[in-house]
């Protein structure tokens, strides 16, 4: 079993930048390709970004490449997700999530452990 525990999310001014954080408790995640997803009301769960378990490769949402940066710290247990250039759209609850694939394009049915999540919230 893995637990992920996420972290960093808030209110901020449209432009202005967050990083979140994923913590794993339970088991290493130094084999399991690691996601950000988001929900905001009314809306399905969207990808946003994947890691390999390496972190040699990443892959991310249109909507956000550019802007977001998604990186590992397989020594601490830890993913991050650093947001920049936030704008009001990007409001919604962001959950990381662990899969047992190599691939980056990772649909919310194939992560094996997802976390509770972190609310972020942009003002115009």
């Known amino acids: 079993q893995v637990q992920l525990v996420e972290s960093g999310g808030g209110l901020v001014q449209a432009g202005g930048s967050l990083r979140l954080s994923c913590a794993a408790s339970?088991?290493?995640?130094?084999?399991?390709?690691m996601a950000w997803f988001r929900q905001a009301p009314g809306k399905e769960r969207e990808f946003v970004a994947a890691i390999s378990w390496s972190g040699a490769t990443t892959y991310y949402a249109d909507s956000v490449k550019g802007r977001f940066t998604i990186s590992r710290d397989n020594a601490k247990n830890t993913v991050y997700l650093q947001m920049n250039g936030l704008k009001p759209e990007d409001t919604a609850h962001y959950h990381c999530?662990?899969?047992?694939?190599?691939?980056?394009?990772?649909?919310?049915?194939?992560?094996?452990?997802w976390g509770q999540g972190t609310q972020v919230t942009v003002s115009s």
């Open positions: 339970g088991r290493t995640l130094s084999t399991y390709t």
């Open positions: 999530a662990a899969a047992r694939t190599v691939r980056l394009r990772i649909l919310p049915n194939e992560c094996d452990y």
